[in-house]
Structures are given as C-alpha cells and as structure tokens.
C-alpha cells in the first residue's frame, strides 16, 4: 500500500512574508509526518511473527451419547484429530465424546483447518428439518463459508456434516485465522442441527482458549498449573480440567470436582449457556475483576458473556451460582486443593 502526499495542501505557505523559508519548512514538516504515518501503518500489518504461528489441523465428529435421564439423548463433539505443525497432539483429549466438547487451545497468528463429521446414529429422533451439524465460532476470524450456520442465516449454503434444508454434505471443513486481536476465551456451539439455532442445548458446544503472541517469543511468561473451562446452564455447571504441564483433559461432565495443587495459581473460564443469569462465587476467594483494579469475590455472567479469572489455591472450598433458582438446582461444585 502506497501513501501520497497532497502536493497542494503542504506546498502552501505559512504567511505572505518569507514565503520560500516558509514553504520548505512546512513541506519537510508534512514529509516527515507522512513517513511516521507510514511507518506506523506499516508496523501494524506485520503483525503477529509468522515464526511463532502455527498451523493446526483437526478432524471432530459429532455423535449421540448417553440419555440425560429424562429420556432425551444428548449429543456431543469428539475430537478424531489434532495436529500443530505436523506434531499429532491428539492425546491431550478424551477418546470419547465429552460435554463440554474438546478445548482447543491456540495463539494469536495461528491458523485452523477444521474438518468435521457427522455419526450422529440414523435413529435419533430429529424434530426440525435438519440433520446436519456444524461448528459455530466465536472470538477469531473466518470467512462466510466457514460461519457454520445454515443457508437462511448465512445466505449462501448449509454449512455443516450431514443432511441439511438445502446442502448435504459427508463432511465440512472450516478455516479460521487466529489473527491478533482475538486473544481470549470464546465458545464454538452447532447451529444447524434440527434448525437455525442448533442443538447447543443438546450438548454439542466446547471452547478454545487463544492465548496472546509474545515478542520475542511465544506467551508462556506466567503459568498455570491447570485450567477449568466451565458453562454455565440453566441448571448444572458442565466442566472440564485441563493440566497446564500435559495438557490433558479430564473432568468432563456435570459440576465437576475440580483439583489443584496447594500454592500454585489456577485459572478458570467461565461461559454463560442458556437464557438465565448467574452469580458466580468461589467460597472464601476473591480475584481481580478483569480490566480493572477491583478485588470482587462474585461475578455476575449473563447469556453469552465470559469471566476469565485466576486464583492462588490456598483452600478447599466449592464454587456455585448464587443465583436463587440455580442454588436451589444444586449449581455447585468442589474445589479439591491438596
């Protein structure tokens, strides 16, 4: 991209008096601010170091799994493969489908070639006009064709594994950029199966965690001993933990036990599923509100919104939504430091 300087505007003189002496100051002045300005746009698109990018490749599947005692089958995404830069990263994951589905940890800069799958068994009562799922991101770029919505939304195909309204398809692959800016914790959810809205509700939602780049190397400044991504429903909390050393994932399930080692700092994820509004409270902790100076010792989440904290373990306790219809459900589990 090239940057012209308006010859007309920075040849102009100052004042009628001196008007040459005047005329080349002011030009070198409108040069030289041109060239910073430049320089400036031109450091902002070199952007994340393409050295410490990583190109990650990942095959997932979605399939039903076990009824949720009110004789409704739940669904769940599986991840089949995962490799970063050639490196098969696969064992971090459970083998099996999970509920939240897997979490896929990135950085800033890395890009994402998504192939999903679709074993959902052929007997699974659908009660809309799909049978097709998808992945659905939030947080990070992609084009409209890998948006992972239905062609009503997106206005262009069904995109997603199976049987949709208009589009089948025996698989679908998404490509998303990891691009800077987009550091954070952000759900991905279906949003084809049945119908437009998807069968998040159903089971079929996890999370990526996109860490930020760091010059002159890749964030790894302060760690964590583990990491609990948690939603929150409308009735139980669905978790995971992950350890920060191996990377594995384990925990899945509802209000999970949650264990940390004694005076190390752990990090949670929290992310609102459903329509309710939540109080979170980890019992006898209090962590700075993000963004802010502010020790809060409860957070208020809404539908869609995220909370992401970090604590020193000191003592066991349990975390819960103080949220009176929710506390009477039971939205509570423990917090395990030894």
């Known amino acids: ?11 102009m003189p100052l004042s009628q008096r001196g008007v040459e002496t005047t005329k080349i100051s002011y030009r070198s ?23 410490y990018a990583a190109e990650h490749v990942i095959e997932m599947t979605a ?8 004789g409704n089958k739940l ?21 099996n489908a999970t509920i939240p589905g897997p979490i896929i940890e990135l950085t800033e800069g890395d890009k994402v070639k998504l192939t999903l799958f679709n074993t959902i068994s052929g007997d699974y009562p659908v ?19 890998s948006d992972g919505t239905l062609k009503v939304i997106n206005r262009i195909q069904d995109e997603g594994a199976g049987e949709g309204p208009e589009n089948t398809f025996v698989s679908y692959e998404y490509e998303w950029d990891v691009a800077p800016g987009t550091a954070g914790t952000w759900a991905y959810h279906d949003h084809n199966y049945e119908n437009h809205n998807g069968a998040e ?20 400044a302060f760690k964590y001993s583990k990491e609990y991504v948690l939603y929150l429903g409308d009735d139980a909390f669905w978790g995971v933990e992950i350890d920060s050393a191996t990377k594995k994932q384990t925990k899945h399930g509802v209000n999970p036990t949650l264990n ?22 980890l019992n006898g902790y209090k962590w700075l509100d993000p963004g802010t100076p502010k020790l809060i010792n409860q957070a208020a989440i809404g539908p869609l919104e995220k909370h992401v904290f970090y604590v020193r373990a000191k003592n066991s ?7 009176f219809s929710n506390k009477l459900l039971g939205m509570k589990g423990n917090f395990i430091v030894d």
């Not at 991209?1 to 040849?11: A, E, G, L, P």
């Not at 002045?29 to 050295?51: E, P, Q, V, Y």
């Not at 006009?129 to 770029?141: A, C, F, N, T």
Request: hydrophobic fraction near 40%; proline fraction near 4%.
């Open 201 to 220: 509700h159903k089971g079929l939602f996890g999370a990526i965690i996109v860490n930020p780049a760091a010059n002159p190397k890749p964030h790894n």
């Open 1 to 11: 991209m090239s940057f012209q300087i308006n010859q007309s505007s920075c040849d």
């Open 317 to 323: 306790t349990q975390y819960m939504d103080n949220n």
């Open 63 to 70: 399939e039903d799994i076990a009824d949720d005692g009110f």
């Open 260 to 281: 940390a080692p004694k005076n190390t700092d752990v990090r949670f994820h929290l992310i609102a599923l459903g329509t309710d509004l939540h109080q979170f409270t």
């Open 29 to 51: 002045l409108c040069m030289r601010a041109a060239a910073g300005f430049t320089l400036a746009m031109s450091i902002s698109f070199i952007g994340i170091d393409k050295s």
């Open 75 to 95: 669904l769940a995404y599986k991840m089949l493969s995962h490799k970063v830069d050639g490196l098969d990263v696969t064992d971090r994951y459970s083998p």
């Open 127 to 145: 009660k809309g006009i799909s049978q097709q799922v998808s992945v659905h991101v939030h947080g990070v770029h992609y084009r409209i064709l």
